[in-house]
Structure formats: structure tokens, C-alpha cells
């Protein structure tokens, strides 16, 4: 088999995500063998450094033994039983493990199976908890300019990315939207800080006009990954619990993409010393080997729900596959490896390596910005350097790095005309520096007439 065959099967019968199929008339499907570490390999022998971690879910490479391992164990034992009325070994682990490992004071642990579906769940627990406590007005949801949470109705509805959102519109409920802090737009004389602080003044004064009708304030802490990875300074966090509290409403912390290390931390909450009332985790969680996401709670939140069945405040949400025992296996296998591995304080070399690698980009002529927070690095293409204008998005420059790339042993598959690395954390320093070469080539071809 060669990657023109499976090529040819795939079209016509598999309806790609987030894509416009006619692109492939152009652009051919890459058809992936095999994976180890870093590397993906086409079935033609070309091979592709995964400098996104297939969209930011695989943190410690392609086929990893342990995680594989603890797979196929748990298939000879139980691929799955419901998790209502039932339970099992590893989903009673994780949900220890998850306790232990996220923010103080986040306990229950509700499964599902992708990063959307826990923010449904959040976005659901959280009416439903205003409702149980005697206060059925608040029935809204505050979030940020430029926030991504999902692609499913609620959780797109809570999102503002105009490129996935508008068409859909009409079907989305309304949301109350507050000016993001993104560091990108800060002013010249402020740093990041001074303009989170700044920034936050939209959001007390959305908090008191709305707190009445709010449910909860939903983010993503400190990088809002889809929305081109722009990056925020974490004392907006530190203020919003401040204000949540005193306003009373919920503060629901969607780290589906930043959880797990990808910021420098554990968790990005950890930055601000908060705990959130929900924690969304989803991605990483399993090392990138199987959809699994969950919805991380407090006790007092739990406690609005427990009750007499009579009583009908249970949260009665279900998946099919709740809590799936292999998901589970998976996820503590890379608990596993977080454990013995030391990888937070590792990939603080890898971050630091990054860093150096991209320093020659703030001086490339059509970079307007090199970002980076933990193990996430991002370079912002403009036309011009001064004005920060915008290549038109009809030129889709970001489009021909990723084909220059492909070609040289490099998936940076970009959003829009921002170039970014975001690599499983067992690359290595000289991977780190292919990928800057290749990067920097790429971005001058397509930034060149
Ligand atoms: C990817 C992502 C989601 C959605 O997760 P899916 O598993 O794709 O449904 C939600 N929030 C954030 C911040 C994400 O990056």
C-alpha cells in the first residue's frame, strides 16, 4: 500500500474535520502508518515531526510502550462497563488521582468523552446548581472575546471564534461578552500585567450589571489556544476569582487544551493560585491515545445535587461510554509517567529551549509576535511589521507554510497566519531546532511576494 491508494479510498467516503473537502483537490491527504515519539510516518517512508501534538492531545509521543501497555492490559480484563449503578478499578483511581493533582478543593470527578462535552457538562451543572439552590433566574453565561470552548451547541455558544461560530448563529443562545486580556493588544507603555489589570475593569463591570442573571464566567486560562494562541498575564484569573466570589457566580476553567504541563504548570490555575468551581479537562488527559474528558467539581456543588430522588435535582446527563474503563488505563498511565518522570521540571529546559530556538523570529521582517507560555510557542505573521496589518485572510499564507513544511519533515499545521509549536514533551533539543529552521523557512517563502 502507498499513500496515493489510501488517498483515493479515503475520498469520497471520509468527510474531514474542520476542513473544506475541495482543499484535497489541491492538497493531498496524508494517509499515516505509523507513529514513535515525535514522528509520524506516511506509508511512502516520508516522515513529519508532530510539532502539534495532533492537535495538542499527545503529550509523550506517538505508540509510548507504557501507555500501550496499560492499554492492552486493561482490554484482556474489561474494555467497558456503564458507569451508572457500576464501577470500576480504574475510573475510581483516576478520579483519586485527578482530586489530588487539580486545584484544592475540586473533588467529583464527571466523565465524558470529549473536551466540548465536559464544558457542556460544565455549562449544565452550573444552571442546574443556581437553579437547585433557589435561584432559577440565573440562566446566562459571561466569557471572553476571542474564547474557544468547543464545537457543540453550548459549548460553541459560549465561544467567539467568528470563523467556527457565525454560520451558526441562529442556533446559538446569546452570551454577554467581555474584551479579552490578550497580551497581544496591549498598549506600547503597559506590559502584560498592567493591561490584564486594565482589562479586568470590563469584566467587574459586566459582573455587576449581569451577576444576577450570570450562572458562571467561563475561560481558558492564560492562552486562548484556538483563537490564534493568544496569551493572557495570570493575575486576571487571581482577579476573577476574586469577583466571582464577591458577585456570586461561578468561575468554570475550560484547560482541555492547557491542562496537563502544556503551560509550565500542572494545571494554569496553579499560576494564579485559584480554584475554579469547574475544571474542564480533556486532550492530554489520556496522553493522546483515547477521547476522554472530564468535569472536575467541589463539594459544594455536588452537595446542591444531593438530595431524595423525589426531590428531582439530580444531574441526569450521561454518555454512553462514561468513564470508559481503556480511557481510564490510559489516563493513569500518563499519570503514571507525570509521577516518574519529573516532566514538569523537564520540560522547563524544553520551554527554555524553545525560546532560544525562536528568538531569531522577533527579528524576521512579517513577525509581529513571538509568544510563549510553558510549552506553547507562537510566532504572528503580518504584512506589516509597524502597523501589525494583517496579510488578507484570503491569502491564506499560514496555508503555504504548512505545505513548505510537510515537505520538510515538519507537521505545523497553523491557525490562520499564526505559526506555532506546541510538541509532545519528549521532542528533543535538536527536533526543537529542526522545526525552528523549517519554521523560519516557510514563513519567508510565504511572506515573500
Ligand atoms: C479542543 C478544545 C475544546 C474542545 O474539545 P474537543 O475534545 O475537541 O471537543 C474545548 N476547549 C478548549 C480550550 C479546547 O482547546
Keep these: 500500500m502507498n499513500n496515493k491508494d489510501l488517498e483515493k479510498r479515503d475520498w469520497g467516503t471520509v468527510w474531514h474535520p474542520c476542513t473544506q473537502m475541495k482543499d484535497h483537490e489541491q492538497l493531498p491527504i496524508i494517509p499515516i502508518q505509523s507513529g514513535r515519539g515525535v514522528w509520524l510516518e506516511d506509508f511512502d517512508g516520508n516522515r513529519y515531526i508532530d510539532a502539534i501534538s495532533s492537535w495538542w492531545v499527545n503529550i509523550f509521543g506517538h505508540a509510548n510502550p507504557r501507555i500501550g501497555d496499560a492499554i492492552s492490559r486493561q482490554a484482556n480484563q474489561l474494555e467497558h462497563v456503564l458507569l451508572a449503578g457500576f464501577t470500576h478499578e480504574p475510573v475510581v483511581k483516576l478520579s483519586e488521582r485527578l482530586a489530588a493533582l487539580t486545584p484544592d478543593g475540586l473533588q467529583h470527578c464527571f466523565y465524558a468523552e470529549c473536551g466540548s462535552a ?11 446548581y443556581w437553579r437547585n439552590t433557589g435561584k432559577p433566574e440565573k440562566t446566562r453565561f459571561i466569557n471572553l472575546s476571542n474564547s474557544y470552548h468547543g464545537e457543540t451547541i453550548g459549548a460553541l455558544s459560549v465561544g467567539d471564534v467568528p470563523l467556527y461560530k457565525e454560520t451558526y448563529q441562529p442556533l446559538l443562545w446569546q452570551v454577554h461578552t467581555v474584551p479579552s ?74 484547560e482541555i487544551a492547557v491542562g496537563f504541563g502544556r503551560s509550565g504548570t500542572l494545571f494554569a490555575c496553579e499560576q494564579a493560585e485559584i480554584t475554579p468551581d469547574f475544571l474542564c479537562i480533556g486532550k492530554g488527559l489520556t496522553g493522546g491515545y483515547l477521547p476522554l474528558s472530564v468535569c472536575i467539581t467541589t463539594d459544594d456543588v455536588y452537595q446542591a445535587f444531593y438530595d431524595d430522588y423525589e426531590s428531582l435535582r439530580g444531574f441526569l446527563h450521561s454518555h454512553s461510554y462514561t468513564g470508559n474503563p481503556l480511557a481510564c488505563a490510559a489516563a493513569n498511565a500518563t499519570l503514571d509517567i507525570f509521577e516518574s518522570d519529573d516532566v514538569i521540571h523537564n520540560n522547563r529546559a524544553l520551554a527554555q529551549h524553545m525560546a532560544k530556538a525562536l528568538d531569531r523570529f522577533h527579528l524576521h521582517p512579517h513577525v509581529a509576535d513571538v509568544r510563549q507560555t510553558g510549552m506553547i510557542a507562537a510566532i504572528e505573521i503580518v504584512k506589516d511589521k509597524k502597523t501589525r496589518e494583517p496579510f488578507p485572510w484570503q491569502e491564506r499564507r499560514g496555508l503555504r507554510v504548512y505545505q513548505y513544511a510537510l515537505d520538510h519533515q515538519a507537521l505545523l499545521r497553523p491557525l490562520g497566519n499564526v505559526i506555532y509549536l506546541m510538541p509532545p514533551y519528549v521532542i528533543s533539543e535538536d527536533e526543537i531546532d529542526l522545526l525552528a529552521e523549517v519554521a523560519w523557512e516557510g514563513i519567508t517563502l510565504a511572506t515573500t511576494n
Design 181 to 254: 486580556p490578550d497580551c497581544y493588544e496591549k498598549d506600547a507603555d503597559e506590559d502584560c500585567e498592567q493591561h490584564a489589570r486594565r482589562m479586568f475593569a470590563h469584566m467587574e463591570v459586566a459582573l455587576e450589571q449581569f451577576a444576577d442573571e450570570t450562572c458562571a464566567v467561563i475561560v481558558e486560562p492564560l492562552v486562548q489556544c484556538a483563537g490564534n494562541m493568544r496569551m493572557y498575564h495570570p493575575v486576571y484569573l487571581t482577579l476573577l476569582r476574586e469577583a466571582c466570589d464577591k458577585y456570586g457566580v461561578h468561575l468554570i476553567a475550560d
Design 118 to 128: 465536559a464544558v457542556e457538562i460544565a455549562l449544565k451543572m452550573s444552571f442546574h
